[in-house]
């Protein structure tokens, strides 16, 4: 049976529309695949193995998230040689880029006799105005140069106690150079003298705050001592320094090591000055104490580049000579010796020759003894009024003829040289000068040598028996650091702070022993103090280290509560990391379990370079490359 003519027609149509449909999927699919596998051949071959590729009739789409938008636009690219651009549809994502981090904060500030002067970089929010009139306040006769640059980033913690405490450091130095960061501030200085130097160190230590890092490099130029002097005695107790002074330490090591190997006994200072008669100082020195030590005992005398030798007396007359004339032809060519062999004492049947001044504790001074004439005796007795207060002055002298010429230049000199005693007797004869008392001040039996040798002359023999006695503490005067420490410490070896277990509440037998800490911390004044937390091993080490704070901190509000000012004080607890006993026993476990005061000590600072003209270097080179003024990194943290 035929279909009709119609029904043909729709059936051929329908079929042949059916075999398109199938045609043209096939090619879409065929299209499909070959742009993927083309694009992600192209995308692995470049690196971009993070990139996803699907292909959607001839859009061909990207996702996946780029490390960065150089990245994303690479790997568009690199899809585009495969693929018309048009077909590529962008859709990938870029990792979100993190805040930039703030700049190091850092300041320098120098200043000498030209003026102040600061560079760095500071926080946009600090007030500029009012640390640049700080700063000018600090001298008004001289200008402050700003140099400082500035971000817009909030101040860093310890910024403010930094800056702070490096303007009033500043005040007490007037040839100084600070840098200063959040959690550091080192400090570069001049002092004027050695115990200018002390009390700096000292009194910047007490006054830093106790969260921020100090570093002290504080010099003192060397002293110059006139005339230069040397003089080394050997008697029955062996050898020993009245004065010494060297150029520099190489030489005093040369000195001191000569004068060991003539007997030297007992504690000895030599002082490293400026003033050396010639660089060839140590090695006269060292010819002259070992020329004595072969005679045997006497003393030796060097005052600039004149040298007396005294043999004492006795000496062998041949061995004096034999000695005498080596060193003549050793010594160095601007040297002069002078050597003396003393005659054998002879009997004065009207009494022994001498002056004699007498001074108390109290100040009171006694003159007596022989003067060549009335003159001498006037002016004996004004020097003395003069010297020592015209109150404190009782004078007991006699006239008598035939006296040695030298005789006033020796009471003279050594009424001057009394004078700088706190106490003590001055006894002059013909042949020599002796001098015993007690002085506040270490280089008294230096400088008075020196005064003598140079006032006497050459061949003339003196004695010095000086004791020295650190000055009595004024009564206001605060314990130095050290011994607070030491004293807390010497309580704590007896009497150990308890806290109730597993908690920071102190036990009530360990109050006591808080209230004698508090005593002596009362005492003490502002120092800087860490107060340290430790516990044993036993429990987790986070679960420790939180103890140890919280009881490091019940001490220190302990303290605030017995009215101790604390603002120089932190509170740290370093858990189970600083053990000193076994923590597999229960009594090093005991041990363990403690609370400890410890000084916060500046840090040292390097520095090969001392001088104010290095200081005006430093800060010319920093104020080019301001990129070079940046303190050390903040790792260490607080001490």
């Known amino acids: 049976m035929r279909l009709p003519y119609f029904i043909a027609v729709s059936l051929i149509f329908l079929v042949s529309a059916g075999l398109s449909l199938l045609a043209a999927s096939y090619a879409v699919t065929e299209i499909e695949e070959s742009s993927e596998l083309a694009v992600r051949r192209s995308l692995d071959l470049k690196g971009h193995d993070w990139a996803e590729v699907e292909a959607d009739g001839l859009r061909v789409v990207l996702t996946g998230t780029a490390p960065d938008e150089a990245t994303r636009f690479n790997a568009l690219t690199a899809a585009g040689t495969e693929v018309d651009t048009s077909r590529v549809i962008d859709e990938m994502e870029v990792i979100a880029t993190s805040a930039l981090a703030a700049p190091r904060f850092s300041v320098e500030i120098l200043r000498n006799d030209s003026g102040i002067s600061v560079i760095g970089l500071i926080p946009a929010s600090e007030n500029r105005d009012k640390l640049i009139q700080r700063l000018g306040n600090l001298d008004r006769t001289v200008a402050v140069s700003d140099l400082m640059e500035t971000a817009d980033y909030p101040k860093p913690k310890g910024w403010d106690a930094a800056i702070s405490f490096a303007l009033e450091a500043l005040t007490h130095l007037p040839r100084a150079k600070i840098s200063a960061s959040p959690d550091l501030v080192r400090i570069t200085a001049i002092a004027n003298s050695q115990q200018e130097k002390q009390k700096l160190e000292r009194d910047l230590t007490r006054t830093a705050p106790p969260s921020l890092r100090v570093g002290l490099a504080i010099s003192a130029p ?340 017995r009215r101790i000012p604390t603002s120089s004080y932190t509170a740290v607890g370093y858990g189970e990391t600083q053990p000193i006993a076994d923590n597999d026993t229960e009594e090093g476990r005991e041990e363990n379990r403690r609370i400890e005061f410890r000084l916060i000590r500046p840090e040292p600072v390097a520095s090969t370079e001392t001088g104010l003209e290095a200081l005006e270097v430093e800060a010319a080179t920093s104020a080019e490359d301001q990129t070079d003024t940046t303190a050390p990194d903040a790792d260490a943290g607080d001490q």
């Not at 140590?282 to 020329?291: G, N, Q, T, V, Y």
């Not at 005052?303 to 004096?320: C, N, R």
């Open 222 to 561: 060397r002293p110059v001592v006139t005339p230069f002097t040397l003089r080394y005695l050997i008697d029955e107790e062996g050898g020993h320094f009245d004065a010494c002074s060297a150029q520099d330490e190489k030489a005093r090591d040369r000195i001191v090591a000569a004068a060991k190997n003539a007997g030297l006994a007992g504690p000895y200072s030599c002082t490293v000055a400026l003033g050396e008669p010639s660089p060839r100082w140590p090695e006269a020195a060292e010819k002259s104490i070992l020329a004595l030590f072969r005679i045997g005992q006497g003393s030796v005398t060097m005052s600039d580049a004149d040298i007396t030798l005294i043999a004492a007396e006795g000496t062998d007359p041949v061995v004096f000579d034999r000695v005498v004339g080596e060193l003549e032809t050793e010594l160095p060519a601007v040297f002069a010796l002078h050597a003396v062999l003393p005659e054998p004492e002879t009997t004065n049947a009207n009494g022994p020759v001498e002056f004699s001044a007498t001074r108390s504790p109290e100040g009171l001074v006694q003159l007596r003894g022989r003067l060549g004439d009335e003159t001498l005796r006037d002016m004996v007795d004004s020097y003395a009024r003069a010297a020592f207060g015209s109150d404190q002055v009782y004078t007991a002298t006699r006239i008598v003829s035939d006296l040695p010429a030298d005789w006033p230049v020796r009471v003279l000199a050594g009424l001057e040289a009394l004078g700088q005693l706190h106490n003590g007797v001055l006894t002059v004869t013909p042949d020599t000068v002796e001098l015993i008392g007690l002085s506040h001040e270490e280089d008294a039996k230096a400088r008075i040598a020196g005064q003598l040798s140079d006032k006497l002359g050459e061949g003339q023999e003196y004695t010095l028996t000086i004791t020295y006695q650190p000055p009595p503490e004024p009564e206001d005067a605060l314990p130095d650091p050290e011994v607070c420490e030491a004293r807390i410490a010497e309580i704590q070896a007896t009497s150990k702070i308890a806290f109730e277990p597993g908690s920071a509440t102190i036990a009530s037998d360990s109050r006591d022993v808080v209230n004698q800490i508090a005593d002596i911390l009362r005492d003490c004044g502002p120092i800087r103090m860490e107060i340290q937390g430790h516990t044993d091993s036993q429990g987790r080490e986070e679960m420790n280290q939180q103890l140890s704070q919280a009881r490091a901190q019940s001490i220190l509000n302990e303290l605030r509560g």
